[in-house]
């Protein structure tokens, strides 16, 4: 397949993306989480429309992850196992339409079992664990498919409201194929009774994409007594049909 | 199952913020602890990369003007030839340059609340229709209490002919906002050797001169 014009321009970008609907995500301004206060944009984004600039992405190699990087129960493990409960964390990253997003970089961070982040900036009471990092990353399949073992970590207070607690989670940063795909987001446990009053979870504008962001419990991927399992998959940004479009007379219009 | 789902596009999943402890699932060694062999940061270049040298320099600000020390920046941008190095980026006549990825992360600092990107100046891509978009690297924000990652551009102050005709640029209405995509360059000489040119680049989430974002 050729890339050039008849008038030797370089044409659009193969592969846009539908755009980004707004209303699967919290707003920029959530007042109940109030950081979000002073570090929204009062002024209207500027839609563009896909260029290369937004299209592309990095692309990242196997060889460049360690062979523990997804193993949060082992990476940072000193002198025996990190306390708590044992779990393995799996599921899929597709696009909207259901295309496997492969090779994506998949990076996870997380407190320990008791609340507390291996960060120099928390301060919470609740102890460091000496054989828990927190933090682990992976490459998806061809399939689109990921996989980790971890610590269930624990539920902390939080200076917003003064009883304040997240629910339990653990954040994801999602690299796909394209730019306008770059995600972050947070995973959270199924029946968690947290979830109804966390400020920044209901900062999410639906039930169903609430739901979207809590994890089941996956009885069968239980590893046998061992870890329990939770499945949690990831919709990204996908491809949309360029239909009836004359791209190269669109040029006087796109001004 | 797949053919309702390519009738009814699903939802994307929904954006959460990357919270005060980002630092620890992407920039650990900024945490205070090493974890991983191979850290991704905030020198894209390596000996044999080709291009100019720059570092770029800012702070991120609130809407009150306070400087933000626990955010998380990333950058994504062409080579010196101005080609990505992505399989979707077919552009004739420019290589890929398999020393430079053109991507990177950088965490604003905990006491000057600086971050900074040792990179190479970006060539020009062709944009939409042929047009072609001046030198400019794609950036990232995200952190504690900003809900949805925002992007905006990085412009070059010293390509000022190249960026009156870029396609983006002219797409911001209200002139006096575009110059919030110009970083700066400063030439810095110390007393021992000339350094790379710098060029700051201050990130406004909103107030007075909020810096530009785009809905990509």
Redesign the interface.
């Known amino acids: 397949m050729t890339?050039?014009?008849p008038?030797?321009?370089?044409p659009?970008?193969?592969?846009e993306y539908?755009m980004?609907?707004?209303t699967?995500?919290?707003?920029?301004l959530?007042p109940a989480?109030k950081?979000?206060?002073?570090?929204?944009?009062?002024?209207a984004?500027?839609?563009?429309?896909?260029?290369?600039?937004?299209?592309?992405?990095?692309?990242f190699d196997a060889r460049?992850?360690?062979a523990l990087?997804n193993d949060l129960i082992l990476?940072?493990a000193k002198d025996g196992m990190p306390i708590g409960e044992r779990i393995v964390v799996h599921g899929y990253v597709h696009d909207?339409?259901?295309r496997p997003v492969k090779n994506a970089l998949v990076?996870?961070?997380q407190?320990n079992a008791s609340g507390r982040?291996?960060?120099?900036?928390?301060q919470y009471i609740g102890a460091l664990d000496p054989n828990f990092?927190?933090?682990g990353?992976m490459l998806t399949d061809e399939n689109g498919y990921y996989a980790y073992r971890t610590i269930r970590p624990g539920p902390y207070p939080w200076r917003n409201r003064v009883n304040d607690w997240r629910p339990a989670h653990i954040?994801y940063?999602i690299s796909g194929?394209?730019?306008?795909q770059?995600?972050?987001?947070?995973m959270y446990f199924e029946g968690d009774p947290l979830i109804p009053d966390c400020p920044?979870?209901q900062?999410?504008p639906s039930e169903?994409?609430?739901r979207?962001?809590i994890a089941l419990q996956d009885r069968s991927h239980f590893v046998q007594l061992d870890s329990r399992a939770y499945r949690f998959d990831?919709?990204?940004?996908?491809h949309r049909a360029t239909l009836f479009e004359n791209?190269?007379q669109?040029?006087g219009a796109?001004? | 199952?797949?053919q309702q789902?390519?009738q009814q596009?699903?939802?994307?999943?929904?954006?959460?913020?990357?919270?005060?402890?980002?630092?620890?699932?992407?920039a650990?060694q900024q945490?205070?602890?090493d974890?991983?062999?191979?850290n991704f940061g905030s020198v894209l270049f390596d000996d044999k990369t080709k291009g100019e040298r720059i570092r770029i320099e800012g702070r991120v600000f609130?809407?009150?003007g306070?400087v933000?020390k626990?955010v998380l920046i990333?950058i994504?941008q062409?080579n010196a030839a101005g080609r990505?190095?992505?399989?979707?980026?077919?552009?004739?006549g420019k290589a890929v340059d398999k020393h430079f990825?053109?991507?990177g992360r950088s965490c604003t600092d905990?006491d000057t609340g600086i971050y900074t990107f040792d990179t190479i100046k970006p060539g020009s891509?062709?944009?939409?229709?042929?047009?072609p978009?001046a030198p400019?690297i794609?950036v990232?924000i995200?952190?504690?209490?900003?809900?949805?990652?925002?992007?905006t551009?990085l412009y070059f102050s010293d390509e000022a002919k190249a960026n009156a005709a870029d396609?983006?640029i002219?797409?911001?209405e209200w002139e006096a906002?575009r110059a919030t995509l110009i970083a700066q360059r400063e030439d810095r000489n110390d007393d021992r050797k000339k350094g790379p040119p710098v060029y700051r680049f201050d990130i406004r989430?909103?107030?007075d001169r909020?810096?530009?974002?785009?809905?990509?």
């Open positions: 890339h050039t014009t008038l030797g321009r370089a659009q970008p193969d592969a539908m980004r609907d707004t699967s995500h919290p707003s920029a959530a989480y950081t979000s206060v002073l570090r929204s944009p009062r002024l984004l500027i839609s563009l429309q896909n260029s290369l600039s937004e299209v592309t992405a990095p692309v460049e992850l360690g990087d990476n940072a909207q339409i259901g990076e996870v961070w407190c982040y291996r960060h120099k900036k928390d990092g927190g933090c990353r954040h940063a194929d394209g730019w306008v770059r995600l972050i987001t947070q920044i979870l900062s999410v169903e994409q609430v979207g962001l990831i919709v990204l940004r996908g791209r190269v669109a040029q796109a001004k | 199952m797949t789902l390519m596009p699903m939802r994307e999943t929904a954006s959460q913020t990357a919270g005060p402890y980002v630092h620890i699932g992407l650990p945490a205070g602890f974890i991983f062999e191979n609130d809407g009150i306070t933000l626990d990333e994504w062409a990505y190095a992505h399989p979707a980026d077919r552009q004739p990825r053109g991507w905990f891509v062709i944009g939409r229709n042929g047009r978009m400019h794609n990232w995200v952190g504690r209490g900003i809900n949805l990652g925002l992007s551009r396609p983006v002219n797409l911001i906002r989430l909103q107030g909020e810096t530009v974002f785009f809905d990509l």
